[in-house]
């Protein structure tokens, strides 16, 4: 099999709040977009940051998506989440949410309450995940992926191991249910630790540092809260850790289906967005308290 190459390195911009609860770093849509990164429509990283104690959780407040999913990875902090199919819970660190908004949801995030009353590091990544069009219209889902039951694979030499949140890897399967084809792990490499990841050529691959940095087919080094996006030229590359590394590897198909987005909702024409923001005003995607 072929070598797939680095296509660009981006560093993480001038961070924003989302809500009161979140400072991120936008890497898609921003050095690359939704159509370039298809099906991954946005991915937002709040790297590591340090809230002070608030008896008043911070977050974000009750707002509808719709046409897609979003998937809430934790590293660390607590988050407690709210919507309007009265699906629910606390992500702790290590778990992962996975909310199919599809045909309309109404939902919340804040910190979790406790948590938030002492205040701490918070490191979290969203990741959005379009649905085919097919898919844009089902009843909403959530799945609750708890650290403790993913799927692992140690690596030799004790040298760490790669969790599976969706996809496979090496014969283990993620829990995680996907519309479309998506491969999501989380690699956790000990200093000098390498690892070869093999997708096809034509997958959307990219990486995200989420700790440490790593040496990427023993060129192009990856620091600490940068995204790097892989061509289509090849199926494999091998990452090398150069320090204790936690690195977020995600490949999925391609839809290769019209993308109109606006917001909260993500559909494939215009006027699927006005239907949407109709619905929402008309209140189909049912009541969540704020």
Known sequence: MSTKTLARITKPGTPHFVGDGFRVHNFIPGSSTMQEMDPFIMLDYNSKYTFAPS???RGVGVHPHKGFETVTIAYKGKVEHGDSTGSGGVIHEGDVQWMTAAGGILHKEFHEKEWSKKGGEFQMVQLWVNLPAAHKHDQPGYQNLRNADMARVSLPGNSGEVEVIAGE?????????TFSPVHLFNAKLKKGAKTEFSFPKDY???????????KVNDAETVPQDHFAMFRRDGETFAVEALEDTVVLILSGEQLKEPIAAHGPFVMNTREELVQAFDDFNKGKFGFLED
Do not use: D, Q, Y
Not at 204 to 213: N, V, Y
């Open 204 to 214: 959307t691959t990219a990486i995200l540092m989420i700790e440490g940095s790593s």
């Open 55 to 57: 008896e008043i959780p």
């Open 169 to 177: 890897f090496n014969g283990r399967k993620g829990s995680a249910k």
